[in-house]
T-cell receptor, first 108, second 111 residues
Framework: AQRVTQPEKLLSVFKGAPVELKCNYSYSGSPELFWYVQYSRQRLQLLLRHISRESIKGFTADLNKGETSFHLKKPFAQEEDSAMYYCALRGSNYKLTFGKGTLLTVNP | NAGVTQTPKFRVLKTGQSMTLLCAQDMNHEYMYWYRQDPGMGLRLIHYSVGEGTTAKGEVPDGYNVSRLKKQNFLLGLESAAPSQTSVYFC???WGQGSVFFGQGTRLTVV
């Protein structure tokens, strides 16, 4: 079975502070990991894929297979980063499983 | 540049009524998914499809049925709606190894 855990439901930081959103996963094979962002109950937008290893809007995430984690990081948070963030895992059967999400609030 | 389109955007049903949600994608994607989003629960997979004519159960399939008669369409049916099915429903699609694209959501209320 595949599982994604986001331990923090809520995360609040001040503008300019570093932010880290945690994601841990459970999967027996080689997973594909994603981060999605959702602004004000709009559609989900892809933020990062671990395969592409790119940085979007200043966010980065590294897949740590030893710790089964895929934490999302940004060195300096901005107010426009306030949103719901979801970590997701796609297994070899193409089943895409999401965590419960973390609501990030960036205070001025 | 439609991407993934869901119909309808909003719907109110009475308990026991039936309805079908339509998801259409114009990207020739093989894989399509239906999720429900509830506060504090994140997105939970209802059913998914890995190709035309195929469907598979997700985490919360009870009370829902799906069909993928055409590659571009993935239908989600509620045969007898219940208040517990009040939710926001999202459809998504992708290539096997590609990015997953989402529709704008359908807000369903069952009274």
């Amino acid at each position: 079975a595949q599982r994604v855990t986001q331990p923090e439901k809520l995360l609040s930081v001040f503008k300019g502070a570093p932010v880290e959103l945690k994601c841990n996963y459970s999967y027996s094979g080689s997973p594909e990991l994603f981060w999605y962002v959702q602004y004000s109950r709009q559609r989900l937008q892809l933020l990062l894929r671990h395969i592409s290893r790119e940085s979007i809007k200043g966010f980065t995430a590294d897949l740590n297979k030893g710790e089964t984690s895929f934490h999302l990081k940004k060195p300096f948070a901005q107010e426009e980063d306030s949103a719901m963030y979801y970590c997701a895992l796609r297994g070899s059967n193409y089943k895409l499983t999401f965590g419960k999400g973390t609501l990030l609030t960036v205070n001025p | 540049n439609a991407g993934v389109t869901q119909t309808p955007k909003f719907r109110v049903l009475k308990t026991g009524q039936s309805m079908t949600l339509l998801c259409a994608q114009d990207m020739n994607h093989e894989y399509m998914y239906w999720y429900r989003q509830d506060p504090g629960m994140g997105l939970r997979l209802i059913h998914y499809s890995v190709g035309e004519g195929t469907t598979a159960k997700g985490e919360v399939p009870d009370g829902y049925n799906v069909s993928r008669l055409k590659k571009q369409n993935f239908l989600l049916g509620l045969e007898s709606a219940a208040p517990s099915q009040t939710s926001v429903y999202f459809c998504a699609s992708s290539w096997g190894q590609g990015s997953v694209f989402f529709g704008q959501g359908t807000r369903l209320t069952v009274v």
